[in-house]
């Protein structure tokens, strides 16, 4: 007989970043996560944990399953609010999906994460991020999520951007954060993540939580000017001839050798 498997490892492969933003509104997570996300346990302030599979199967607000998933948004098929009240199959027909958690107190609670793994910020600046952070179900245990990022291929400490303590009413709650210059330029890796790095309080059932509407702007270094120069053939002989006090002309004798200024080669 067979069975089909409806988990997906987390997606392994990092985000490269073209133009001026990258958007993320997670509707075909019934596919998988998209590139450059992972879902993640045992996250800590200084470590990026374990890489978690990511079933993709539709689930429900009130499943009471501790795991992440597939869960519908509370904006419906119409572009209304949902009443957080709809029926599990009410909620599968929603195209608008989240990525999102039930925490129990054996998964998740603490340590579990969102993560986006970024391969670089070469010539970007000045990036900022909008989420929607939906609390899809409320309960008597309330988690904080710190949003927080860091630099490196494999980082060992966290630059922490603001948290998101449970607001007890379920709904979508749109914030933005902006990282510091230190994720400008840079080679190597950028990771963005949402984590409960503590663990819920109140007792009880913990709540399902997910995100949304991932924005990250970003804005690129203006490219060198070119040097303002000019060849012309006169006679057998080439003249080049340029505008702009601060290019010197040099040469050597070698590729390797040392360059030094061209006597009387002045713009």
Known sequence: TAIALT??????AQIGLRGTNYTQDFNTIGSGLPTGWSVRTNVTATSL???????TATKSWGDVTGEFGNFASLTNNTGGRATGGESSTTQAGFTNRVVGIRQTGSFGDPGAAFVLQITDTLNLSNLTFSVDLNLLRSNSASTT?????????????????GSFSDPGVVGSYPTNFALDTDADNQPDNVWIRIAALSASTGGGFRDSFGIDNFVLNYDGFAAPAPIPLDIQQVGGEAVLSWKSPVF??????????????VPGATS
């Open 7 to 12: 988990l997906a490892r987390t997606a392994s």
């Open 49 to 55: 944990g374990t890489s978690a599979a990511f079933p």
């Open 145 to 161: 999520w710190t949003i927080d990022y860091a630099v490196g291929n494999s980082p060992g400490s966290f630059t922490n951007l």
């Open 248 to 261: 010197n002309l040099q040469c050597a004798p070698l590729v390797t050798g040392t360059y030094t200024n």
